[in-house]
């Protein structure tokens, strides 16, 4: 059970995590910087192969962040909340 509820809270801390990070990237991040990856550092792909376990892309998306202009970056980043069942920081603006 204790092993069950470990996960558990690793899961949830990871959520936190990418939500932070997602503000930081969407929200609080300079016009003339790129849009910031969302790795924490966490990777590890699901049992399915569909998507990374820390960030919620799926492996196409990894490759093609490093060559992704803004837009991109930011559809990707749209994608992988849903994903990850976060909602977009920037929908809290409106």
């Given at each position: ?9 690793q899961q949830a801390q990871q959520l936190v995590q990418l ?70 920081p920037r929908a809290a603006d409106l």
């Amino acid at each position: 059970m204790s092993e069950t509820m470990n996960l558990q809270e690793q899961q949830a801390q990871q959520l936190v995590q990418l939500e932070s990070r997602a503000e930081a990237a969407l929200i609080w991040a300079k016009a003339d910087q790129p849009v910031a990856s969302p790795c924490i550092n966490v990777c590890r792909m699901t049992e399915d192969r569909s998507h990374c376990k820390g960030c919620f892309r799926t492996i196409d998306e990894i490759r093609a962040w490093s060559k992704a202009d803004d837009e991109q970056r930011l559809q990707i980043w749209a994608q992988l909340l849903k994903r990850a069942g976060l909602q977009d920081p920037r929908a809290a603006d409106l």
